[in-house]
């Protein structure tokens, strides 16, 4: 299926978690979502410009367990958004482990 950055948007807000661009408020308290776009690929026919592909990271941040990913699996499943797997890294914050899951979703923007 293919989606644009609004459907995303309203994705990610649906699991009631904070969701914030590129970096979250100082003093958030986990679990929370932060997305980012990493790059932008096109589209071409005719020597023209059909569609831009936006890439964005989704990036989960918890200090539970890879169970607390439910949430925004089944957000984006439900929304039927395609995503890659979803990686973690491990951090230390303030004595507290961190995880950082994240995955990419591809958007299209059409250009008339």
Same mark, same amino acid.
Request: hydrophobic share 30%; glycine share 6%.
């Given at each position: ?8 948007? %309203?994705?990610?807000? %649906? =699991? ?19 997305? %980012? ?21 989704? %990036?989960?941040? =918890? =200090? ?38 994240? =995955? ?9």
């Amino acid at each position: 299926m293919s989606i644009n950055f609004e459907q995303l948007k %309203s994705a990610l807000k %649906s =699991t009631k978690l904070p969701v914030f661009r590129d970096n979250a408020k100082l003093g958030t308290m986990y679990p929370y979502i932060v997305y %980012s776009n990493v790059s932008k690929g096109k589209k071409m026919a005719s020597s023209k410009v059909h569609k831009r592909l936006p890439y964005y990271q989704i %990036s989960f941040y =918890t =200090t539970g367990t890879e169970d607390d990913l439910v949430t925004i699996e089944n957000a984006l499943e439900t929304a039927g958004i395609p995503y890659k797997e979803f990686v973690g890294i491990q951090g230390d914050e303030n004595d507290e482990t961190v995880t950082n899951y994240y =995955t990419y979703v591809r958007c299209i923007e059409y250009v008339w």
